[in-house]
């Protein structure tokens, strides 16, 4: 048992004062939902305008930011063959903005903003869709590879 005394005519106090220290660490965080997008290249004919038919591949993605304004950029590993092109047409999040408008952009191994402004976002899913366009200049190939990088940046 412990005792403790006083000296004096202090009275009880009535509040007590504590400092909160705290710290929000800026989160800039992309997830998308699923790992390879494989297209299956057909010979469709001369009579429908292209020689091709090519499925287009929907993924889905989540987004998070806050802080300052940030933008995704999409880059490939390398170009891609001659007479191939890979497009991507992104669904806007609240507030932020799709360069192209909402329509296809072509990704090649130059970084392209496809989405600018996102702030403050916690977002639902949303799409992303993906088309590879094969004219009749492309040169016959098989298993051909490549990386998309998407990367959140600050916005300048």
């Not at 499925?55 to 940030?70: E, L, P, T």
Request: hydrophobic letters at 40%; glycine letters at 6%.
């Amino acid at each position: 048992m412990v005792f403790c005394s006083l000296s004096g005519q202090s009275a009880p106090r009535r509040d007590w004062h504590l400092n909160v220290n705290f710290s929000v660490p800026e989160v800039a965080y992309i997830q998308i939902y699923g790992t390879a997008l494989d297209f299956k290249v057909q010979f469709r004919g001369f009579a429908h305008g292209s020689l091709f038919r090519i499925n287009d591949i929907q993924m889905r993605y989540v987004i998070a930011s806050n802080g300052s304004d940030k933008k995704l950029t999409a880059q490939l590993s390398e170009n891609m063959p001659m007479g191939v092109q890979l497009e991507l047409r992104i669904t806007e999040p609240n507030g932020a903005i799709a360069p192209a408008g909402g329509d296809f952009v072509e990704i090649t191994s130059n970084p392209i903003d496809v989405l600018n402004y996102i702030s403050n976002a916690k977002l639902d899913e949303r799409v992303m869709d993906f088309r590879l366009k094969v004219d009749d200049t492309a040169i016959p190939a098989t298993n051909v590879n490549r990386t998309i990088t998407f990367t959140l940046k600050e916005q300048q």
